[in-house]
T-cell receptor
Framework: GAGVSQSPRYKVAKRGQDVALRCDPI?????LFWYQQALGQGPEFLTY????????KSGLPSDRFFAERPEGSVSTLKIQRTQQEDSAVYLC??????????????FGPGTRLTVL | GESVGLHLPTLSVQEGDNSIINCAYS??????FIWYKQESGKGPQFIID?????DKRQGQRVTVLLNKTVKHLSLQIAATQPGDSAVYFC??????????FGTGTSLTVIP
């Protein structure tokens, strides 16, 4: 079956532009996670959804970052007024259950964002 | 705050040899750990996990060891193959459903 997909795979934005990154989780997966991965670093948690509810957004670095999952499936991560420090790979992961410690997270390929 | 780090940023091994990748964690309250493999241009892929009530878990060609006394994890890969070349991350659970990833170790397998 299809895994987690993300689009676009690559995005180049001028500083100050808004961007929207899309995640299509595995069908039926309850939980959805967004991570930011800087070059040469491990992924860093941004936010977590359980169905359509955003239960944890403590990792979002600023109020320029906004995520939604209105129907409990597809999710969008939006970054307003992009800055150079936003350049990174943005990873989405989904898992079938509610508890991360009981359910494997399946990662998408990521969107590489470059802010010029 | 949490910190998860790796002792060796790069590791080169000969094909067929065993590989050992190490990871230190700082939060003694963490009770669940995962090793991920990440190939270039792809997202992390689950390899093996271990809970804090265990000190060893084996999978296919992989073994994870957990030493809670010194807060240390290791991933052992037996008979390393060229397809094992990737960056390996350890991750520990944090608050709620958060996971904290280490910096990663780049494994290169020499044919």
């Amino acid at each position: 079956g299809a895994g987690v997909s993300q689009s676009p795979r690559y995005k180049v934005a001028k500083r100050g532009q808004d961007v929207a990154l899309r995640c299509d989780p595995i069908s039926g997966h309850v939980s959805l996670f967004w991570y930011q991965q800087a070059l040469g670093q491990g992924p860093e948690f941004l936010t977590y959804f359980q169905n359509e509810a955003q239960l944890d957004k403590s990792g979002l670095p600023s109020d320029r970052f906004f995520a939604e999952r209105p129907e409990g499936s597809v999710s969008t991560l939006k970054i307003q007024r992009t800055q150079q420090e936003d350049s990174a790979v943005y990873l989405c992961a989904s898992s079938p259950g509610r508890l991360a410690t009981n359910n494997e997270q399946f990662f998408g390929p990521g969107t590489r964002l470059t802010v010029l | 705050g949490e910190s998860v780090g790796l002792h060796l940023p790069t590791l080169s091994v000969q094909e067929g040899d065993n590989s050992i990748i190490n990871c230190a964690y700082s939060n003694s309250a963490s009770d669940y750990f995962i090793w991920y493999k990440q190939e270039s241009g792809k997202g992390p892929q689950f390899i093996i996990d271990i809970r804090s009530n265990m000190d060893k878990r084996q999978g296919q060609r992989v073994t994870v060891l957990l030493n809670k006394t010194v807060k240390h994890l290791s991933l052992q890969i037996a008979a390393t193959q060229p397809g094992d070349s990737a960056v390996y991350f350890c991750a520990e659970n944090g608050e709620g459903n958060q996971f904290y990833f280490g910096t990663g170790t780049s494994l290169t397998v020499i044919p």
